[in-house]
């Protein structure tokens, strides 16, 4: 899971579930800007390496718990709205 940098290994897990599901939530709506891929096009190597890597993160901690995405709640994408989404930034 994501955790903060300064928090203990032994932090609590809701926060880690929290940073996670604000971070797919980022990746999601940001995909929705006008022109996206025309901005993904002009990214920079390192952004879209920083971007390849949150998605590694998130990919690995999503299991069985995770929860379908519903646009009226905050909740973690699963496996599948995952891969989706990864597909729209073409990594």
Known sequence: MLLPAN?????????????ATWVEQWLLHTSRIPRFELTLDFAEKSTTTT???????????????AEPADEGRSARLDGTALASLRAAYTL
């Open 51 to 65: 971007i390849s890597g949150l998605f590694a993160l998130l990919e690995r901690g999503t299991g069985e718990a």
């Open 7 to 19: 928090a203990a290994p032994d932090a609590a897990p809701d926060a880690a579930v929290a940073d």
